[in-house]
């Protein structure tokens, strides 16, 4: 399942959020506000399943967030929501996980 919700979020959620999640995709930098930042363990731990999955298919609006964040719900099942739900849920891990940058000074 987290396979099926990588894939899902890198075809639908990356161009925003970013390949690691991280609110630097290639189109965050046109929206204000920017896309939530889902490796930030704080913020994602505050948000329920429930939360992540209105977002997702009801979209920002619906949630009192950037309506700039679109409805999935015409676009991926409820079980496909769910999956991408699953791989957001580990994106904090990776995050902490990942080697560091190297310097580029």
């Known amino acids: 399942r987290e396979i099926v919700g990588e894939r899902l979020y890198l075809t639908y959620c990356a161009g925003c959020h970013g390949e690691t999640g991280e609110g630097d995709g290639l189109h965050s930098y046109t929206l204000n506000p920017p896309p939530a930042n889902h490796a930030d363990s704080l913020f994602m731990n505050a948000l329920s399943d429930q939360y992540l999955f209105d977002v997702i298919s009801k979209g920002g609006a619906s949630v009192g967030k950037s309506p700039e964040m679109p409805r999935w719900k015409d676009v991926l099942n409820k079980n496909e929501i769910e999956n991408v739900i ?15 940058r190297e310097s580029t000074q």
Not at 87 to 99: D, E, G
């Open 86 to 100: 699953i791989y957001v849920r580990t994106l904090p891990l990776r995050q902490n996980h990942r080697a560091p």
